[in-house]
């Protein structure tokens, strides 16, 4: 038999039992993250602090290498705000690199002749500031062109990691310059911006021979005291910026140049420069079928890729 009373009590010890069942299962189960464990991360390191701070740090040197937290301790110290790349993320190729890019001419030049034609030092002799540039038998100016495909190209170096210094802010009719001294010394070691790993001046030509097309690219010739220095890089960049031109399809130059590569002394930009500096002339703006390429913006970020592939090889 089994009466009132009785099943009442075990109706109450069955509910003790399961709620005592229930809270050890929720101590001590498997999914249930002790809060010891967080803190014991964080109290039983001697040096807890000192890690934060050497992981807020990036440029503390070998000490702050040497002291890295372990992987648990630094889990334990999130956020940390450290601007470094974790290992667990592949670093972007051009990471910490400094380019400059130099757009040719400004579209205001012509505005401008007393400020454009006024001499300036370009390599121990001198020269204009800067010319007007060229243009597509169509009106198209090289300004505006140069300035197009150093926004595109900017656009890609960055996405690699790469911090772009441009020589001017903008393409406007109502502005001139910079001069070519100003070009060339822009990213120059111990000048008042970042120093550069290169230079890059882009232009288009401005050719009237019949059939002329195609791209060069001009490196210093090695002048002593001037350009002696970043002749042979500044080659070799040459030649890596010819190679990824070529790889995506843009023609070599028919009508100056050997292979893509010209050298010169006489251009102010190239001279000044104390940092591997070319001056790439990407086609023929008179040439209708480079002008098309010029003229399109396929055609433009075709001639951004093949650089940021130049730029890229050549940093290895
Ligand atoms: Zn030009």
Redesign the pocket.
């Known amino acids: 038999m089994f009466g009132r009373v009785e099943g009442v009590v075990l109706a109450a010890m069955l509910l003790v039992a399961a709620v005592v069942g229930g809270a050890m299962w929720w101590v001590s189960g498997p999914g249930a993250p002790t809060p010891e464990v967080a803190e014991s991360a964080l109290t039983d390191a001697p040096d807890g602090l000192a890690g934060l701070s050497v992981s807020a740090d990036s440029a503390s040197g070998d000490r702050a290498r040497a002291r890295t937290p372990s992987p648990e301790r630094r889990a334990a110290l999130e956020p940390a705000p450290s601007p470094t790349v974790s290992p667990s993320e592949p670093a972007l190729p051009l990471a910490g690199r400094v380019v400059v890019l130099d757009p040719?001419?400004q579209l205001g030049n012509s505005r401008f002749p007393a400020e454009v034609n006024a001499t300036v030092d370009a390599g121990g002799f001198t020269k204009a500031c800067n010319t007007t540039?060229?243009a597509t038998a169509g009106g198209y100016p090289?300004a505006t062109f140069t300035w197009e495909v150093a926004v595109e190209l900017r656009a890609l170096l960055e996405s690699a990691g790469a911090q772009v210094v441009m020589t001017r802010s903008s393409n406007s009719a109502d502005r001139w310059g910079p001069c070519i001294d100003e070009r060339g010394r822009i990213g120059n070691p111990g000048g008042p911006g970042p120093a550069a790993d290169l230079e890059l001046s882009l232009?288009?030509d401005g050719n009237l021979a019949a059939g002329a097309h195609g791209f060069h690219v001009i490196a210093p010739e090695s002048r002593a005291g001037w350009t002696d220095d970043i002749a042979a890089p500044s080659l070799a960049l040459a030649q890596s910026l010819r190679d990824g031109l070529v790889g995506v399809g843009v023609a070599v130059s028919t009508y100056l140049g050997v292979d893509g590569i010209d050298v010169r002394g006489d251009l102010g930009t190239l001279n000044l420069a104390d940092k591997p500096t070319v001056m790439v002339e990407l086609g023929n703006m008179r040439d209708p079928g480079d002008a098309a390429l010029m003229t399109s913006a396929s055609g433009r970020r075709t001639y951004a890729e093949g650089l940021l592939a130049g730029v890229t090889a050549w940093l290895g």
């Open positions: 040719g001419h540039g060229t090289e232009h288009g």
